[in-house]
């Protein structure tokens, strides 16, 4: 069984930034593909950024590439999400997700573990 633990979510301003961190523990990051989705308010969950196995690959939702950054320091059995120029839509809890495959998918019924998410607020 996989546990994860999302940290660094919060309140922050139109145009700032912040880092999510997701620590894994039951098993190494390196045999996980691992990514993040959000969900806002009234809205289904959506597919963020996915990084796979060993970090050779990395997968963005097209809006938001060029703003959010996805890596993984498996020496810490850690992943991270780097978001910038945030913006009020991008206001979601944040839910890191681990799957079971070599690659991962943006499909929401592909990831087999799931942390139980960080707020993130954008205010303008």
């Known amino acids: 069984q996989v546990q994860l633990v999302e940290s660094g979510g919060g309140l922050v301003q139109a145009g700032g930034s912040l880092r999510l961190s997701c620590a894994a523990s039951?098993?190494?990051?390196?045999?996980?593909?691992m990514g993040w989705l959000r969900q806002a308010p009234g809205k289904e969950r959506e597919f963020v950024a996915a990084?796979?196995?060993?970090?050779?690959?990395?997968y963005y939702a097209n809006s938001l590439k060029g703003r959010f950054t996805i890596s993984r320091d498996d020496a810490k059995n850690t992943v991270y999400l780097q978001m910038n120029s945030l913006k009020p839509e991008d206001t979601a809890v944040y839910y890191c997700?681990?799957?079971?495959?070599?690659?991962?998918?943006?499909?929401?019924?592909?990831?087999?573990?799931w942390g139980q998410g960080t707020q993130v607020t954008v205010s303008s």
């Open positions: 039951g098993r190494t990051t390196s045999s996980l593909a």
């Open positions: 990084i796979s196995r060993r970090g050779g690959n990395t």
């Open positions: 997700a681990a799957a079971l495959s070599v690659a991962p998918s943006s499909s929401i019924n592909s990831w087999n573990y």
